[in-house]
């Protein structure tokens, strides 16, 4: 059983830039669900796609988008970077709509300058 | 109220002792609460998941959820140094899909 991925690892961007996170789900999951979470802080939800479709959204200003693909990979798209953006950005992946154990990915540490 | 609180700590415990972590929630959230720990610069990681009122054991992690009281709490017995780690609670709010925190109590287990 394949765990969940995300990529890249690290990543410095300038304010203003946009930026594209990727992750790949569980093998047997179609649902990916995407979280910020700031230093000393714990995670807060930014949406979530079940079957390709957004299927739920937090408190986070339309720049804040996403994708999701055929085979339950995802993207989060950030545009017009703020320095309140640098922090960890994990997604999980699960079963389903509805409530069902998430599995976390490593994460993506954004740095904005 | 925040719809998921925990204390921050730092909670010391000694290696071998058993720490009691809690949480509160409020009547926003469902009813099924999950246990992150989350070690320094890592991925939350889940290990253990409940819904109904009562105990749950899983080795050497016990979770107990009390809905009258709304608290859910875990239990890790003979505490190892390994253990010292940020632990997350997390119950699902606005219609099942979103995952609510708590800011995380980070527990410190000592030789």
């Known amino acids: 059983e394949t765990g969940v991925t995300q990529s890249p690892t690290h990543l410095i961007k300038t304010r203003g830039q946009q930026v594209t996170l990727r992750c790949s789900s569980q093998?047997?999951?179609?649902?990916v669900s995407w979280y910020q979470q700031a230093l000393g802080q714990g995670p807060q939800f930014i949406f979530q796609?079940?079957?390709?479709?957004?299927?739920g959204r937090g408190n986070f200003p339309p720049r804040f988008s996403g994708l999701q693909f055929p085979n339950y990979s995802s993207e989060l798209n950030v545009n017009a970077l703020e320095l309140d953006d640098s922090a960890l950005y994990l997604c999980?992946?699960?079963?389903?709509?509805?409530?069902?154990?998430?599995?976390f990915g490593p994460g993506t540490r954004l740095t904005v300058l | 109220q925040k719809e998921v609180e925990q204390n921050s700590g730092p909670l010391s415990v000694p290696e071998g002792a058993i720490a009691s972590l809690n949480c509160t929630y409020s009547?926003?959230?469902?009813?099924?609460f999950f246990w992150y720990r989350q070690y320094s610069g890592k991925s939350p990681e889940l290990i253990m998941s409940?819904?109904?009122?009562g105990d749950k054991e899983d080795g050497r992690f016990t979770a107990q959820l009390n809905k009258a009281s709304q608290y859910v709490s875990l239990l890790i017995r003979d505490s190892q140094p390994s253990d010292s780690a940020t632990y997350l609670c997390?119950?699902?709010?606005?219609?099942?899909?979103?995952?609510?925190f708590g800011a995380g109590t980070r527990l410190a287990v000592h030789p």
């Open positions: 999980a992946s699960s079963w389903g709509s509805e409530s069902n154990e998430q599995f």
């Open positions: 093998s047997g999951h179609n649902t």
């Open positions: 796609y079940y079957r390709e479709e957004e299927n």
């Open positions: 009547d926003r959230v469902s009813q099924s």
């Open positions: 409940i819904y109904s009122n």
């Open positions: 997390a119950a699902f709010s606005g219609g099942y899909n979103k995952l609510i």
